[in-house]
């Protein structure tokens, strides 16, 4: 876990459209933060609940699709429309809703893909068929981890890609993208993207962002609701010690993660809560800007300093 990371702030909702109203308001922030510093906005979503917490995005008017860099922090090894793809539920929830190219849209290369998986992509493979399969994931691992490299190569070209959000569910184990407590990718140090055959949970092929990625965004946002979260989320918030794979997740500054539940998903936890500051308007500072700020005055007083 990084040093340098500043601790997660907690955003509580009464309700779930309270909590879909603030969230669309920090990816309004979010993206227009992004426009004005880079000229883009570079986005990774999630499966699971989230793709439905994101439709009020499609009545949004000041939201500049043109300017949309969308990825996928973890996908499954199915085709584009079968109903385990995360790219398929995000893209009934809002992406098909509204005006945005699909070269915007990174999704996994369906044409390295064997003929089993075109046809039946979530049956048990066959031990004959292990080292083909095990070739086609990681080729399919290594392709999306070039879309990166493609997208985040130019002028703020770093040793890592800087995501402006990634946004995460939790799981009932506390894992997050295809990141499973245990698991041998939670150590994963060199690869940006890599390959899981043997997911917990079902389907178990995928690929995933690792932790290169994730604790290298500017923001990252959780998103949980619901009284089955609580005790989970009391775990992951109250004792990030025991290294669930949520807790992990903690960007470098100045990036900072952010969790949006409703009070049902909260109510076990300990960890203070922070009041959402409702962004009004596009010259309104978010966390990050502040964050920013704060450290520019650090440099600058120690350049000062240094000068004297």
């Known amino acids: 876990m990084p040093q340098s990371s500043a601790p997660p702030v907690l955003y509580s909702f009464d309700d779930t459209n309270h909590l879909q109203s ?3 308001n920090f990816i ?3 993206q227009t933060d992004a426009i004005q510093h880079r000229g883009v906005f570079t986005i990774a979503l999630s499966g699971g609940s989230l793709p439905n917490n994101l439709k009020p995005l499609v009545d949004i008017k000041e939201i500049q699709w043109d300017k949309w860099q969308v990825f996928f922090a ?16 995000c893209s009934k929830a809002f992406l098909d809703l509204v005006p945005i190219k699909k070269e915007q849209i990174h999704t996994l290369n369906t044409e390295l893909f064997r ?3 075109r046809i039946d992509p979530t ?6 068929e292990e080292d083909e399969a095990e070739n086609e994931a990681v080729e399919i691992a290594d392709d999306y981890e070039k879309q990166l490299v493609n997208t985040f190569a130019g002028a703020n070209a770093a040793r890592y890609p800087t995501f402006d959000l990634i946004l995460l569910g939790m799981g009932p184990d506390g894992h997050t993208c295809s990141l499973f407590p245990g698991h041998e990718l939670l150590s994963e140090n060199d690869r940006w993207v890599a390959e899981i055959q043997d997911s917990p949970k079902p389907p178990k092929r995928r690929i995933t962002f690792t932790y290169q990625v994730l ?3 500017f923001r990252c946002a959780f998103v949980a609701s619901g009284e089955g979260k609580q005790d989970m989320l009391s775990n992951i918030l109250d004792r990030p010690e025991e290294g669930l794979p949520c807790s992990r997740v903690r960007p470098t500054s100045p990036g900072l993660v952010f969790w949006f539940v409703d009070h049902a998903a909260s109510g076990k936890v300990q960890y203070p809560k922070t009041e959402y500051k409702w962004i009004q308007k596009a010259t309104d500072d978010d966390l990050i800007t502040t964050e920013r700020k704060r450290l520019k005055e650090e440099m600058d007083a120690a350049v000062e300093a240094a000068d004297h």
């Open 22 to 24: 603030s969230l669309a």
């Open 28 to 30: 309004l922030k979010a």
């Open 74 to 89: 973890d996908e499954r090894i199915v085709p584009l429309d079968h109903p385990e793809s995360n790219y398929a539920a």
């Open 115 to 117: 003929e089993q998986t």
């Open 123 to 128: 049956a048990e493979i066959k031990r004959e």
């Open 215 to 217: 604790n290298h965004a």
